[in-house]
């Protein structure tokens, strides 16, 4: 018999489940609100997946992998941009930002488990967290380009 408390998890975890899939079919062609990074191709995959979750995670691996090289790409180029004291303090930051994705992706395994939906919104942050950090780079490569 399960207690109350799991059944909520198990409630809280399919309601997110289900959001996730909605809010994947109403994306625009930014991908996400507010995130500009994410490439057509992903956008293109979440509308054609609908509401098959599989489908869905499919979509979202490729989109981690392609931002993962993104990030890579921005990193790499923004350090060639920078004075030596702003390449060593970008260093730092991306230590410690690739820390606090660690860090987040413990908390989030820890939050959701490892049911299939709980997954699906682990990868789901994972790769927000990593779109937006591209984002951010290229921002910042933009500024340094114009000093």
Same mark, same amino acid.
């Not at 207690?3 to 909520?8: D, I, L, V």
């Not at 890579?72 to 230590?95: F, G, I, M, T």
């Given at each position: ?26 994306m625009d062609n ?5 995130? @500009? $990074?994410?490439?057509?191709?992903? /956008? ?31 990193? @790499? ?13 970008? /260093? ?5 930002? /690739? +820390? ?15 049911? +299939?939906? $709980?997954?699906? +919104? ?7 967290? /990593? ?17």
């Open positions: 018999m399960r207690s109350k408390t799991g059944w909520k998890l198990i409630f809280a975890l399919t309601t997110i489940g289900c959001l996730s899939l909605a809010y994947a079919g109403d930014s991908g996400h609100e507010g995130d @500009k $990074g994410y490439s057509q191709k992903y /956008v293109s995959c979440m509308k054609s997946a609908g509401h098959n979750a599989i489908s869905a995670d499919a979509c979202m691996s490729s989109e981690l992998t392609y931002q993962d090289a993104r990030l890579n790409k921005v990193y @790499k180029e923004l350090l060639d941009n920078l004075k030596p004291d702003s390449k060593a303090s970008l /260093v730092e930051a991306e230590r410690i930002w /690739v +820390q606090l994705r660690a860090k987040d992706g413990a908390f989030d395994a820890s939050l959701y488990g490892s049911s +299939q939906s $709980g997954n699906a +919104q682990q990868l789901r942050n994972d790769l927000q967290r /990593v779109t937006q950090r591209a984002d951010l780079l290229e921002g910042y490569l933009e500024l340094a380009k114009l000093l």
